[in-house]
């Protein structure tokens, strides 16, 4: 008899930056009400939201912190990037501008997490094909350089979304699973509920040249 | 660990653990890690227990980490049992033990293996001292729990350390509003997760596996940022549940199961006959079986000490009864004297079957004894709840209205508490109700009766049945059902045949033995008696019953689940606390030096909840604001709908002012909002200050030939940071001895005040002083204005808020030290730079020359020389706090002092 089934066992912290006006609140508001907030106001603090997933059979709550873009906020949103197990980090097709900024953004991603957070690149407005100022290629070989995961997505359609915050939490679980993220660390973005299950029906879901969870 | 040392470090003196476990407290289908354990104190009539349960936070446990939660005296209704559950005999499974007492049934877990052990002795043992121990109320002996008690009355809260929050309210609301209503519902929900549960089983063990539990930290804490509390499981849990239970009919169907429900009187008989002819009649195998006995024993032995040698036997010949051609396994055996009822599910069922628990309740003398009465098993099989009762109700014709009572009271005092809340017999399902009834045959004589037998006409003799005369009244077995009897009354035959009773009695044949039942889908295919079985006086009875159960699907219950959960997110974001501030960008103007500027926003609760708000410290920084800024409240409580005004003033001091002045900070900071358990929100605050020569430094102000405010903001700055010629504008202006603010200031004082009672004592007024800093500051009027005091005071001020003092820091500890030789206190000042020491040498001969008019001043030297030494010479001021004492103080006057008495021109 373990915990009910209703449980999740994981917690895992995520935070949204990018330039003010790419569309992070949308993202989030896509993400947790399946809906596009075309009239969403500006976000002057951080913003916060929750959904419970699935991974592998697993019930994850996703803990999301939408930081403000305004780039004179930039020194107080440092402070949230503490223990974020995931980093989303967004960029406007149509606006060159925000992508340029990336790398000023990634820079504070890294500097300011711990190794392990996973950070996951998103490209988003792709509904607005035809203002494209940023291509496809160009962002992929920025992930690819940067060690990045990235998708196009749109807050608007919905495109996309789920799967730039799953594949983000997968990355984590398999972090956990092989051993590189450790769960003690205080900083790991990531809470573990003791009572809920897990060993035997997950590790199939393993691929065979990783060793099972050692915790 | 042993949990016992925790413990023990919470008890008062005297007290102490005998013995502590680990265990699961079991909650409807949430398990919630608990300390169980034993306390002992030392009464007059010997040892006195109670047992303690405990919260816990943390694994392994420390004391700080347990709050109590349930505490049960050791006394007469104390009790534990271990429960028996064939379906969960896993060697190396928890052991399920319920523990009642003081009203409470609590059902634990204790893990496999010899510490539990040795606590269900310790508790074994501390019942078995009570028993032998005078009665309770001659000796009082519990007083010691009450401190306890008290304790857990205010813990059902604080357990949890997230009381107050959105879903807590949730919770609230909807067991105020809706729980009720679906609480008949509300227990078969517990089948929506028997599949999950199945899995579930075996995973227990991982929970040892090290890692760290939750660690809940209650948001808001001053120097978190980003912190948040998770809802607690125990909170979700009831909800995610409540609501499967509404969506149920998306997520299972019906599917038909064939039960088999019989009864049989057997007269306290050894089991001599097979009972195939009654348990394998048909040739489709059951899916279920139910069989109930009455009088199963009717040996002394049974009566007083529930024991049988009879059970034994019995279910041997009710095992090998069964149908051949399916594989059955036991579900639960439960008996109370000669009642006893079996229940058996073909195998490849068994795993669909949860939450399985028996009951029994007496009815005989003195409503205990278990002669008469009921005996019950529950269980959720797939997605419906099943309650099987079998019952032996009070015997002879007239008593019928005893019977309906025996029905009344077995309705009433059956209890399951496998669940949370505890269920009843009618909060299933599916009610299948079988026994010995003992309803005769009313108004009627025997002769009439046999002759309406012969000639099969039973629906004539029905009319006479006091059980369905008192069904249509609606006296008994209300909403059940039952299917039309067809055959012969089973009772009473003389054993070993097919003849009715011919003892002296003679008793009128009647339907004793029924088999009812309750629920929707729930369809009897045969109801029958089986007179091949002699060795009663009764004979037996079955009805087959087709019932549709709720079958889960799975995929459809994983969507619904999805959904569920889904809403309960979004409930839980709409549930998180919010707040709307009337301004978040605050721009003060001419900001000037010790000028308080104040400002108000509103913050109101927009929210659904109770919030409570904080302004929180910036990372790796130890005050949530700037010290120029001060925030009234920096935190609160709002309840939703209200508002709260913050006020947030600007005042720049002495302290800050020097900063400002020379651009090292500016009147700009970003106050961080933090709501407990939610977002937080940005306060972004502004002010252009207008620059002073006070807090300016001695060097700035020599390089300044007009007033300060006339010098260019980039300037002044340059100026500050000590690069007075390079940018200057004014190549041919050369610096000033002195800065003129004091030059003015003090030549105002030498011309208007040298004979002024009281000069440096008095205070002067607000206004002036602000007027004669305006006048510094702006070159206007030409003439400083105010009265002396004024003056004075504005001269103190000014000197106090320079930022490197007129004895330069570096050389305060220096003239402390030589302060009692004008000789070293002289060469000192001598390497002082020129703009600091020029300063010293004007003002040293102002009070020199002040005091050449002490008779008219009645100033005294030893009093100026106090007041200015603690000005001219400062510690740095992270260094103030250690040396600001009377001796150094005494020091600096002594200091200043000696260039009062003697001459002194650098
Ligand atoms: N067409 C389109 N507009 C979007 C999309 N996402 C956001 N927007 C718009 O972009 C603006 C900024 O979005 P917001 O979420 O407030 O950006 P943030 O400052 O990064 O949080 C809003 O006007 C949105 O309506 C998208 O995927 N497609
Ligand atoms: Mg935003």
Same mark, same amino acid.
């Not at chain 2, 348990?279 to 040739?283: F, G, H, N, V």
């Not at chain 2, 990372?619 to 010290?627: A, Q, T």
């Given at each position: 008899m373990a915990a009910g089934p209703y449980n999740y066992s994981y917690i895992f912290k995520y935070i949204i930056i990018g330039d003010? *006006?790419? !569309?992070k609140s949308c993202l989030l508001h896509q993400f947790t #009400? %399946? %809906?596009?907030?075309?009239?969403?106001?500006?976000?002057?603090g951080v913003e916060f939201g929750t959904r419970i997933i699935e991974v592998s059979g697993q019930k994850i709550k996703l803990q999301i912190w939408d930081t403000a873009g305004q780039e004179r906020f930039r020194a107080v949103t440092?402070? &949230? &990037?503490? !223990?974020?197990?995931g980093a989303l980090m967004v960029y406007d097709i149509t606006r060159r501008s925000t992508y340029n900024h990336l790398s000023s953004w990634l820079t504070d991603a890294r500097n300011l997490t711990?190794?392990?957070t996973v950070i996951f690149l998103i490209g988003n407005k792709c509904d607005l094909e035809a203002q494209r100022d940023v291509t496809y290629e160009e962002a992929k070989q920025f992930a690819d350089e940067n060690g990045l995961l990235f998708l196009e997505a749109s807050? %608007?359609? *919905? #495109?996309?979304v789920e799967e730039a915050f799953l594949d983000t939490a997968r990355k984590i679980y398999q972090n956990i699973q092989d051993g590189s993220?450790?769960?003690?660390?205080?900083?790991? *973005?990531v809470q573990h509920k003791p009572s809920s299950p897990r060993g035997t029906q997950l590790?199939?879901?393993?691929?065979?040249n990783k060793e099972g969870c050692a915790c | 660990m042993d949990p016992s040392g925790p413990v023990q470090q919470l008890l008062s003196q005297g007290?102490?653990?005998v013995s502590a476990a680990d265990a699961y407290l079991v909650q409807g289908r949430a398990r919630v890690s608990r300390v169980a354990a034993l306390v002992e104190t030392e009464t007059a009539f010997g040892p006195n227990f109670g047992f303690f349960m405990f919260g816990t936070k943390? +694994?392994?446990?420390?004391g700080s980490d347990l709050t109590l939660v349930t505490v049960i005296p050791v006394k007469e209704d104390f009790a534990v049992e271990v429960i028996d559950d064939p379906s969960q005999d896993l060697l190396g499974s928890d052991v399920p033990v319920k523990v009642c007492g003081s009203g409470q049934v609590l059902t634990l877990n204790l893990p496999f293996g010899s510490k539990s052990g040795n606590f269900l002795t310790a508790l074994r043992r501390a019942i078995s001292i009570y028993t032998s121990q005078p009665p309770a109320e001659v000796f009082q002996?519990?007083?010691?729990?009450e401190k306890y008690e008290l304790m857990t009355a205010t813990a059902d809260r604080s357990d =949890?350390? =997230? /009381? $107050?929050?959105g879903l807590d309210a949730m919770a609230a609301e909807i067991v105020t509003e809706g729980f009720e209503d679906n609480f008949a519902d509300s227990?078969?929900?517990?089948d929506a997760a028997s599949l999950a549960s199945q899995q579930d089983l075996?995973?227990?063990?991982?929970? $040892?596996?090290g890692l760290e539990p939750v660690n809940v930290s209650r948001g808001g804490?001053?120097?978190?940022?980003?912190s948040m509390m998770a809802n607690p499981p125990s909170v979700r849990e009831p909800i995610v549940k409540m609501y499967m239970l509404k969506e149920e009919a998306k997520y299972t169907h019906l599917k038909t199961f064939r039960i088999f429900a019989g009864t049989w009187n057997?007269? $306290?008989?050894?089991?001599?006959? /097979?009972l195939k002819a009654w348990?394998?009649?048909?040739?489709t195998p059951p899916d279920l079986y139910a069989v109930g006995f009455q009088e199963l024993d009717l040996s002394k032995e049974a009566f007083?000490?529930?024991?049988?040698?009879r059970e034994e036997e019995w279910v041997k010949a009710v095992t090998h009864g069964l149908h051949p051609e399916a594989s059955y396994r036991r579900v639960r055996l439960i008996r109370l004297v000669g009642m006893m009822l079996l229940v058996f599910v073909r195998s490849e069922h068994n795993?669909?079957?949860?939450?399985i628990e028996a009951q029994t309740v007496g009815t005989g003398i003195m409503g205990k +004894?278990?002669?008469k009465g009921g005996v019950a098993i529950r269980f959720d099989f797939h997605n419906t709840s099943f309650c099987i009762v079998n019952s032996h109700l009070a015997a002879h014709t007239e008593h019928y209205e005893r019977r309906n009572q025996d029905y009344s009271d077995i309705c009433a005092r059956m209890?399951?508490?496998?669940?949370q809340p505890p269920l009843t017999i009618?909060?299933?399902n599916v009610v299948l109700w079988v026994g010995d009834l003992n309803y005769r045959l009313s108004d009627i004589e025997i002769s009439e009766v046999k002759a309406l037998i012969e000639k099969e006409m039973f629906w004539a003799l029905m009319e006479h049945d006091q059980l369905k005369r008192q069904m249509n009244e609606r006296?008994?077995?209300?909403?059940f059902k039952e299917a039309s009897v067809n055959f012969?009354?089973?009772?009473?035959?003389?054993?070993?045949?097919?003849?009715w009773d011919t003892s002296e009695k003679c008793r009128v044949p009647a339907w004793c033995d029924r088999v009812l039942c309750k629920g929707d889908s729930v369809s009897a295919v045969e109801y029958r008696s089986h007179?091949?079985?002699?060795?009663?006086?009764h004979k037996p009875v079955s009805c087959l019953f087709d019932i549709g159960v709720k079958v889960i699907d799975e995929d459809n219950y994983k969507r619904v689940f999805e959904e569920v959960i889904r809403k309960l997110d979004k409930l839980e974001n709409e549930f998180l606390p919010s707040v709307s501030l009337s301004c978040v960008d605050l721009k003060f103007e001419r900001i000037k030096f010790l000028e308080p500027q104040k400002k108000t926003i509103s913050i109101t609760n927009t929210g659904q909840v109770p919030c409570q708000f904080e302004f929180i410290c910036k990372?790796?920084?130890?005050?949530?604001?700037?010290?120029w800024l001060n925030v009234q409240p920096s935190l609160g409580f709002i309840m939703p709908g209200d508002s709260y005004p913050i006020e947030l003033e600007i005042y720049v001091d002495k302290n800050t002012a020097g900063r400002l002045n020379s651009g090292e900070d500016s009147l700009e900071d970003i106050l961080v909002l933090h709501l407990d358990g939610g977002k937080d929100y940005f306060v972004t605050v502004q002010g252009d200050f207008i620059p002073s020569?006070? $807090?300016?430094s001695i060097e700035a102000l020599c390089n300044?030939?007009?007033?300060?405010?006339?010098?260019?903001v980039a300037r002044l700055v340059d100026l500050e940071a000590g690069s007075?010629?390079?940018?200057?504008?004014?190549?041919?202006f050369s610096t000033l001895p002195i800065p003129k603010e004091i030059w003015l200031l003090v030549d105002h004082l030498y011309k208007?005040?040298?004979?002024?009672?009281d000069l440096f004592q008095q205070p002067g007024l607000h206004s002036e002083i602000e007027e004669i800093r305006d006048c510094l500051d702006t070159? +206007?009027?030409?003439t400083i204005p105010g009265q002396p005091h004024s003056v004075a005071e504005c001269l103190l001020m000014f000197l106090d808020s320079l930022p490197e003092p007129v004895v330069p820091h570096q050389y305060y500890q220096s003239c402390l030290d030589s302060c009692t030789r004008f000789e070293l206190c002289e060469q000192l000042m001598s390497q002082v730079p020129e703009h600091h020491r020029n300063v010293f040498k004007y003002l040293t001969a102002f009070l020199r020359e002040l005091l050449k008019y002490q008779d008219d001043n009645k100033r005294d030297p030893k009093m100026l020389a106090m007041i200015f030494g603690g000005l001219l010479l400062k510690p740095k001021p992270d260094e103030a706090k250690r040396q600001n004492n009377q001796q150094t103080a005494r020091r600096r006057a002594t200091f200043i002092y000696q260039f009062q008495v003697n001459p002194y021109d650098g």
């Open positions: 003010m *006006g790419v !569309g #009400e %399946k %809906k596009f907030m075309a009239d969403c106001p500006h976000t002057i440092r402070s &949230y &990037y503490r !223990g974020a197990a711990n190794p392990n807050a %608007k359609t *919905g #495109e996309n993220l450790d769960l003690n660390a205080a900083e790991s *973005g590790s199939n879901d393993q691929p065979a | 007290e102490k653990c943390r +694994m392994p446990v420390q002996p519990f007083a010691w729990l =949890w350390p =997230w /009381s $107050g929050t227990l078969s929900f517990d075996g995973d227990s063990e991982a929970d $040892g596996s804490s001053a120097s978190t940022m980003g057997v007269n $306290g008989q050894p089991a001599t006959e /097979s348990l394998a009649k048909d040739s007083v000490f529930n024991d049988s040698a795993k669909f079957l949860s939450q +004894m278990g002669n209890q399951f508490n496998l669940t009618h909060k299933h006296s008994v077995f209300k909403d012969i009354p089973t009772y009473k035959y003389d054993p070993g045949t097919d003849d007179r091949e079985l002699k060795l009663s006086d990372l790796d920084e130890k005050e949530y604001c700037k010290p020569c006070f $807090g300016s300044m030939r007009g007033p300060i405010r006339e010098v260019p007075p010629s390079e940018t200057s504008p004014e190549d041919s208007h005040a040298l004979c002024q009672e070159g +206007m009027p030409d």
